[in-house]
Each structure stands twice: as structure tokens, then as C-alpha cells.
């Protein structure tokens, strides 16, 4: 039923998401149809805020700049807005229904993987000669994005399973716990037990008449040793465990998606995870600008806003005086300092000015309470007012890069396709021409834009990107590498800034060159970015930028009490080297005591061979490797680099994909054998957390997408040391407590019942009967049974202060054969040497006496053994033992075909049951309380 409830309720909300509504451009006008209706080729209509049902081409928008942003944190994992833009050809056309007029075609590559880039061409036929439009990612809209501003149409190229949303989407496994796994081991031994068992039976009975029919009713007898039940209890436990995180005040915010694995968060050997936005709170900050013989820090604000104000100040000045000033003769100058200061400021003013020009940003106007939207944007032409304008980007670098910029002086006030205009620190709003955009790429590592200024007609190609891309494209210089490997260790993130000017002749040929390259159908990508690169060449560096990405609250003690708790911490990163090493530094995940080996980058097997025997050669150090080596090394020596890694106090993996990032979670899994678990809080963290044994998602900058494909999810990094400490360390303790009660429960009546068979001649008659058998499993000792997912050993403070408590459970040790013997050996002496003999000694004249006496006997010791069990009393636990005491009491009065109500209520009842309750109780406390004492357990000292 409650598998069926799960289903309907996945059914319900697949329904809901294809019946959603959309309008549908046709000859007649616009029509409702249904998501799950939409075909390829259909114009659809989106509002605002609303979800795009399929892969459409952009052909039109409400906006007049002709470009709409669109929200894709449920497809990438990034909040920032993206900027889209319209097809011109039909974005040009003067009414909506003039879309029907025109005879065009839409040729798409067939459908991929990436969500970055798309190759397509827009065609109109009806024109002499016929309008080709080369169709980029900036023309896109994918489905299960939002539409964050304006109307759009769009015409649809893929749905359903072709789709880039569904394509990226890997199909979950069901996860199991490694708990259920070894407890279904154990069923399976006691299923053999089982069948043993009634055969031998069957053997001593010495197969006499027809003994295949004995055999089963041998098997029915015995078949309480099969715990049938024990799913029923744990699946309630894990229920109850769910409900505690979600309801534990010093983890807010805590959800638990799934029910099936809350104790595997006790069993964990490996963390691994992602650390921008996990360990770091994507926040960037502006720390650092660079010009190569000057730095300037976060400190020396002013000292950049004055050397702004000059170069501005004389611009502003001679525009004022033209040519006036020419006629004054220069004077002697009195000294260098002047000469020197006037060319830092113009340094810094160039490198300030292509911050503040080479990006993707668009300033975004706020409508104020009670001012329309339309009014604002009007205001905000005109006056381009502060107060209420926030930045969007892809990059959260980009905004922080911006923001700076506003803070020295030359602000973004405006940006649309074509152009965008700035505030200089004197007011003066100067615009600039937008002529060609380049969008950073992963493969690329860097971005560009050409840009004329309207008030000299200069055209400037800016171009910023990691410091590997750039320093082949910059002028020969001898302090960029050595600069950025200075930002990396302080754990900046760099960007490397350049430039080149362009005559008009340049320009115009490039443009040709790169038009043609954009309508190309085959290797459109190459030839794209052949025609680009031909521009960098030479390029004037202009300086080198860091920005901070902030640790997260308590990230320090947090991965100290993981590694101390016997936890491998692997963190996988998309970021360079030398930012990751020095994050890993920062944070603590690489203890100031251990060295560190970085993996020199291979490219061969020899080399990688090489590497593998030096790093052999180290003892305890951490490990640095960047994705291409690790690619390397899995290719020809994935069992020696996994075993090598594996010994290591932390491993560092940067630049690392998504798909490599799963790929490291599985070998760890098929190699080392051990639970891991993956966090992270992006949308490419999904395939690592779907991955792994346990997949925590933390909710933050870069949108819920991790978080719903995660196991549980959390608002913040240090909430994973309580989750784990507390909560799933309690859980499988609690779990295996739980489970090996259960098979003991089951296995103290099937021995009893094979102690009365093989005292009355091997008969396959039932020792218990009726509502006796189901009172036992059920009314009589579920409730303190299941009463022990309350049960603690030691308090959650100790659990968090002590970590080393949480080393002890990876060994499994609660819940193993060896425990489940001793589990057998307790219920063979409790029902056959106790509890059964004990009954047959001491019964009066009649039969009944014996089920009256060895089944109360039975009750009371179930009762007991739990509270020997328990480590830590709770009220509900009190509660439990005695409501279920006082229900077999209660119901003994209407057990007349089972009891003879005249002996139950006589003092030899009493005495015999109590002394044979006793005898099976009493030494099983006294031993425990003997190992107690000269064994103690680990928590034990804790609390003595």
C-alpha cells in the first residue's frame, strides 16, 4: 500500500506537470494545448514565470530590445539569469500573425547532450535572395527553464525524451543499505536453519509413512525462525528516523527524500565533495587587481577611485576646452613623479575600464512599491537611479568583477544586444557599441567582445579567461605566472585581462570572415572559433584580477571532526589547481601537518607510470591531481592509482567534469568496496550524488537541483557533521539492535517449538496455537521491541564532541555473524534449556499447564531481554512495557480454550513462572554486566 500510495503520488505529479496549459500560435490564432500535446514544429507562447514545456528555437519576444533572460537553475544548477536572444529575421516582423506570412524553415543538429552549445540555421525562403541566419545557444530556449522576463514564441525542435533536460537526466538507482544487505544474508542463513531443521526432524523420525507431508507441516512449524516481520519493523524505524532529522532544531531545514537508507549515514568511509557552493559560499568578492608592477588590494580603494578621477577628469577637461589648452607652452617638468603617477593612473583606467566592459552583465531595474514597471525602466533611462538596480550574469565572478567596478567609480548604468553605456566617477555617461560577443565555454576558458566607443570610434577587442588560455594569446611578459600562482594560494580565483585594437579595415574582414564561419553546417564550432582565434594574437595584457570565494560557516571544525571520526575526505572541483590546493589548505581538509603531492600532469602512459611510482614513493600525504591526469591514469592504471588514492588522509581532483566526478564515486565503490557519500549543491554535482551510497544536496546559490536529486538535503556544510554523528550513527545502531531482537524473537519460539516435537516423539504438532502465535509477534512485544528506535548510548553531545565514536561503526561490528551467533546462542539456551525444559519439569497434571507456564514464561523474558537491551531509558519505552504487560494480563481472562483460568490465578503459577523467568534472564544481565566491566565498549567510558 505504500509503495502504491508513492506510485499514485508520482502519477499525480506527472499528470499535473503534462496537463499544464500553453498557448499555441496557428492560422486561426492562439489555441490551449496540453505540455504532453506539443509537437516539433508547434509555435508556442510563454509568459512570463512560466515553464518552457520543450526545446524551442527563440523567434520573437514582448521586449523591444528583442532578448529575454530565462532562469536555468532546474537544468544547470545556476541561479543567474541567461540572456537569450530572438531570431532578428522574425523578431523584425511588424505584427505577431505575420509569423503565418513568411515561408522560413528551422534546420536543427540532431539532438545532444550538451546543454552549451547548439548548431542550427534559421532560413526565409520567400525573400530573393533567401535570408540565412546562423542559430547559436543564445537562440535557444530548453525545456524546464523559466521565463524570467517578457513574452516569447518560440518554435519547437525536440520534446520529450529528446529533449536536453531529459538526455541529462541518468536514471536513479534504488538505493539499499548495506544494512538490509547484510541482514538479508543472515535471513537467507536462517532460511537454511529452517529447512535443516525439518529435515532432521524428519531423518530422526525416520521417514515413516508419508514423511514428504510431515516435512512441510515441519517447515510451517518452524517458520517463525524466517522473520518475516523484521521488513515491517525496520521500514516503520527508518520512517521514525526520517522523522527526527526533519524534526531536529539544530539542523533546520533538514528534508529527508527517501526512507530506505537513514543508517547508512552510520557506515560511511568516504565524503566525497564538490566545493564551490559547498564548502565555499559562491559569493564572490572582489580582492586583488594586478598590473604587474602595482597590485592594489580590497584596502587601497581610494588610491584606484583617484588615478579613476584623472584620466576622466582630463577627458572631460579637454573636451570642455578643445584645443585651447595646445596654446599654453609647456613647462619644465620639476620632477618624474608626476610622469610616473599619470601613467599609473592611465593603467589603471585601462584596466578598470575593460573590467568594466568585458562581460556578460546586464544591469536589471527593480519596480519600486507603488511605481509600474514601465515607469521605472522610463526613470531608469533616463536618471539610471542606484537604488534599485541589481546585476544578472552567468557567472557569479562576473557580477562581483562589476560590482567592483561600480564601487571605484565606472559604473554599468545600461546594456542591451547592441550596446552598453557607462558612469565615469564624474557623471559623464559614456556609450559604447556592442559589435561582436564571444561567451565563455568550457573548452575555451575565456570570453571576449568587441566594442566601438560612439564618442571616438576606437574599436577595442577585450578579452578575460583563466591564466592556461590566456598566457599564449597575451605579449611576452615575466610576472603573470608567477602572479597567479601568488592569488592562487591566498585561494583567489584569477582572471586574466587583455586587449587589442582594431582599425575599421581589421574589423570589417573579421566580420566577413566570421559571418561566413557562423552559417556553416559542418564543424561550424571549428570553424567558429578558427575565425576568433586569428584575433588573439599579441594581445596587450592589461592585468590580472582575484576575486574570493568565501569558506562557509564552520567548514574548518566540521572536516576535522570527519577526519577524526575515520572519514576520507575527497573533494572534486572544476576549478584550477592552484585554487583547489590552497581551498583544501584553507578549509582543513588537508591538515597542516601533512604534505601534499601534486600530481604532475600526464598526457602518456609512460609518463603516467613515472608519476605513479614517485607518488608510491610518499607516505601519509595528500594527493593533488588535475582531471586530464586522472583520465590518463584510469586508462592504463585505474587499480594502482584507486588503491594508491585510497591511502591517502585526502585527495584533491580539480578540474573535474560532472561525468568524471560519477565516475570516482563508482570506482570507489567497485575497488575500495567501502559507503560513500557525495555533497554538493549544483546541478553537476546530480550525477555524483545520484551515484553515490548516500547523496546529501545542500540548497544555495546554484538553485535546488542537487538537493531534489539527493537522498537528504541541507541548508548548510556543518549541518553534515550532526547528520552523520548523531542521526546516522544512532540510526544503524538503533537498526541493528532492532533487527537481531526481531530474528530472536522469531528463533526463541521455533527452538521451543523443536524442543516439544522432539520431546513427544518428532510429532509436527504446534506447541502454540491460534491467537496465541499472533498475539506474540504482535500485541504482546511489538511495541517495546520497536520501542528501541528510541534507544541511545550515548548522548548527541558526546556523539559530536567524541567523533572517534562515529571510527567504530565502519567496522560493523553491531550488526555480523559474530553477533547474530551469539543472538542464537542466547535464544537455544533461553527456549530449549530454560523456558521449555523448565515447563516440562514443573507442569501439573494436565498438558495445559505447559502452554500456560512456558508461553507467560516467554512473554515476560521477551519484556526483560529488551530492557536489558536498552541503553537509555525514554518515557515511551516505560510506556511500551508495561501497556503490552497489561494486554497479555488482560486478555489471559479471555484465553479459555488456551489457559486454565483457575491455575493462572494460583501462587504455583506465579512462583514457577517467575522462577523460570529468572533462571533465563538473570545470567545473560550477569554476563553482560561481567564483559561490561572488564570489556567495556568505547561509548561506555564516555559515560561511566
Request: net charge neutral; hydrophobic share 40%.
Amino acid at each position: 500500500m505504500r509503495e502504491a500510495i508513492d506510485e499514485f503520488r508520482r502519477f499525480q505529479r506527472d499528470k499535473e506537470v503534462n496537463s499544464q496549459l500553453y498557448s499555441k500560435l496557428t492560422v486561426r490564432g492562439k489555441v490551449q494545448v496540453k505540455s504532453s500535446d506539443i509537437q516539433v514544429g508547434d509555435l508556442i507562447i510563454v509568459e512570463k514565470n512560466q515553464r518552457i514545456p520543450s526545446d524551442m528555437v527563440f523567434l520573437r519576444t514582448s521586449e523591444k530590445a528583442g532578448s529575454c533572460f530565462i532562469r536555468t537553475d532546474q537544468l544547470d544548477g545556476e541561479t543567474d539569469w541567461k540572456l537569450k536572444v530572438a531570431v532578428s529575421c522574425t523578431q523584425r516582423l511588424p505584427a505577431l500573425g505575420d509569423l503565418f506570412s513568411i515561408s522560413a524553415y528551422v534546420y536543427a543538429q540532431k539532438p545532444q547532450l550538451d546543454i552549451h552549445s547548439f548548431e542550427g540555421t534559421f532560413t526565409r525562403e520567400d525573400c530573393d535572395p533567401p535570408i540565412h541566419e546562423s542559430l547559436s545557444i543564445e537562440n535557444t530556449l530548453w525545456a524546464s527553464t523559466i521565463v524570467a522576463s517578457g513574452t516569447v514564441i518560440g518554435v519547437v525542435i525536440y520534446t520529450g525524451k529528446e529533449t536536453r533536460s531529459v538526455m541529462n537526466t541518468s536514471n536513479p538507482k534504488n538505493k539499499v543499505g548495506l544494512l538490509d544487505l547484510e541482514l538479508n544474508q543472515l535471513t537467507k542463513a536462517l532460511f537454511v536453519a529452517l529447512v535443516a531443521l525439518s529435515v532432521v526432524m524428519v531423518t530422526l523420525q525416520g521417514f515413516v509413512g508419508p514423511w514428504y507431508r510431515n516435512l512441510f507441516r515441519f517447515l510451517l512449524l518452524f517458520s517463525y525462525i524466517i522473520p518475516i516481520s523484521l521488513r515491517v519493523n525496520l521500514d516503520m524505524g527508518k520512517a521514525a528516523y526520517g522523522w527526527m532529522i526533519m524534526k531536529d532544531e539544530s539542523i533546520p531545514g533538514t528534508v529527508v527524500r527517501t526512507s530506505t537508507i537513514p543508517e547508512g549515514l552510520g557506515r560511511l568511509v568516504y565524503l566525497l565533495t564538490d566545493k564551490t557552493g559547498t564548502l565555499t559560499q559562491n559569493e564572490m568578492v572582489f580582492k586583488r587587481l594586478h598590473l604587474g608592477t602595482v597590485s592594489y588590494g580590497a584596502d587601497t580603494m581610494d588610491e584606484i577611485q583617484s588615478h579613476l578621477r584623472n584620466p576622466y577628469s582630463q577627458q572631460t577637461q579637454s573636451q570642455a576646452s578643445g584645443n585651447a589648452a595646445s596654446s599654453t607652452p609647456p613647462r619644465k617638468a620639476q620632477s618624474s613623479a608626476p610622469k610616473v603617477r599619470k601613467s599609473v593612473s592611465s593603467r589603471v583606467h585601462e584596466a578598470v575600464k575593460a573590467i568594466a566592459l568585458c562581460h556578460n552583465v546586464t544591469p536589471v531595474y527593480e519596480p519600486r512599491a507603488g511605481v509600474t514597471a514601465e515607469a521605472e525602466y522610463a526613470e531608469a533611462d533616463q536618471d539610471f537611479s542606484d537604488g534599485n538596480r541589481t546585476y544578472q550574469a552567468a557567472s557569479p565572478d562576473e557580477v562581483a568583477l562589476v560590482q567592483w567596478t561600480e564601487s571605484v567609480g565606472l559604473t554599468l548604468v545600461s546594456r542591451d544586444l547592441a550596446s552598453m553605456q557607462l558612469r565615469t566617477p564624474s557623471g559623464q555617461i559614456l556609450t559604447y557599441c556592442i559589435l561582436q560577443m564571444f561567451p565563455f565555454t568550457s573548452e575555451s576558458k575565456r570570453m571576449g567582445v568587441i566594442i566601438r566607443d560612439e564618442s571616438t570610434a576606437e574599436i577595442t577587442f577585450y578579452m578575460k579567461g583563466a591564466d592556461v588560455a590566456m598566457s599564449s594569446i597575451v605579449q611576452y611578459n615575466d610576472w603573470l605566472e608567477e602572479e597567479c600562482g601568488n592569488m592562487a594560494r591566498e585561494g583567489l580565483r584569477t582572471l586574466v585581462v587583455a586587449k587589442r585594437a582594431l582599425t575599421e579595415e581589421q574589423y570589417q574582414d573579421f566580420e566577413s570572415r566570421y559571418s561566413q564561419a557562423k552559417l556553416s553546417i559542418h564543424d561550424r564550432a571549428l570553424k567558429v572559433a578558427a575565425v576568433v582565434e586569428s584575433l588573439e594574437r599579441e594581445m596587450e595584457l592589461l592585468c590580472l584580477t582575484g576575486v574570493e570565494d568565501q569558506l562557509q560557516a564552520d567548514v574548518r571544525p566540521t572536516l576535522e571532526m570527519l577526519r577524526n571520526a575515520g572519514i576520507k575526505i575527497w573533494m572534486l572541483t572544476g576549478d584550477k589547481l592552484e585554487t583547489a590546493t590552497c581551498i583544501a589548505k584553507s578549509s582543513h581538509l588537508v591538515s597542516r601537518t601533512q604534505d601534499i603531492h601534486v600530481f604532475r600532469p600526464v598526457t602518456s602512459r609512460g609518463e603516467a607510470h613515472l608519476e605513479l611510482n614517485a607518488f608510491r614513493r610518499k607516505h601519509d600525504c595528500a594527493l593533488v591531481i588535475s582531471g586530464d591526469s586522472l583520465e590518463v591514469c584510469l586508462k592504463y592504471y585505474e587499480h594502482e592509482l584507486v588503491e594508491l588514492a585510497c591511502q591517502c588522509p585526502a585527495v584533491v581532483c580539480c578540474r573535474c567534469s560532472p561525468t568524471q566526478k560519477a565516475h570516482i564515486v563508482k570506482l570507489l565503490q567497485q575497488h575500495a568496496g567501502r559507503r560513500t557519500c557525495a555533497i554538493g549543491d549544483g546541478g553537476n554535482d546530480v550525477s555524483m550524488i545520484q551515484a553515490a551510497d548516500c547523496g546529501i544536496g545542500i540548497e544555495g546559490k546554484e538553485g535546488r537541483q542537487a538537493s531534489l536529486a539527493a537522498d537528504f538535503s541541507i541548508t548548510q556544510f556543518k549541518h553534515i557533521g550532526r547528520l552523520l554523528m548523531v542521526h546516522g550513527r544512532s540510526s544503524y545502531k538503533r537498526s541493528a539492535a532492532l533487527g537481531q531482537f526481531v530474528m530472536h524473537r522469531g528463533l526463541i519460539i521455533s527452538t521451543m517449538q523443536a524442543v516439544f516435537s522432539s520431546v513427544f516423539y518428532f510429532a509436527s504438532v504446534p506447541l502454540y496455537q491460534g491467537f496465541l502465535m499472533v498475539g506474540y509477534a504482535t500485541l504482546y512485544t511489538m511495541f517495546p521491541v520497536f520501542s528501541l528506535v528510541l534507544d541511545q548510548d550515548v548522548k548527541p553531545e558526546m556523539a559530536m564532541l567524541y567523533p572517534e565514536l562515529y571510527k567504530d561503526l565502519t567496522k560493523g561490528r553491531s550488526l555480523s555473524f559474530k553477533t547474530f551467533l551469539v543472538w542464537v546462542l542466547i535464544s537455544i539456551y533461553q527456549a530449549g534449556g530454560i523456558l521449555m525444559f523448565g515447563a516440562l519439569l514443573l507442569f501439573e497434571s494436565e498438558f495445559v499447564h505447559v502452554v500456560a507456564i512456558s508461553f507467560t514464561a516467554l512473554i515476560l523474558t521477551e519484556l526483560l531481554m529488551v530492557a536489558l537491551t536498552v541503553r537509555t531509558w525514554h518515557w515511551l519505552m516505560a510506556v511500551a512495557e508495561v501497556l503490552s504487560l497489561g494486554c497479555y494480563v488482560a486478555s489471559l481472562a479471555f484465553l479459555n480454550e488456551y489457559f486454565d483460568v483457575a491455575f493462572i490465578t494460583t501462587v504455583t503459577f506465579v512462583w514457577k513462572v517467575s522462577a523460570i523467568t529468572m533462571v533465563s534472564c538473570l545470567p545473560l544481565y550477569v554476563l553482560k554486566y561481567l564483559k561490561r566491566k572488564l570489556s567495556p565498549p568505547s561509548y561506555s567510558k564516555l559515560t561511566s
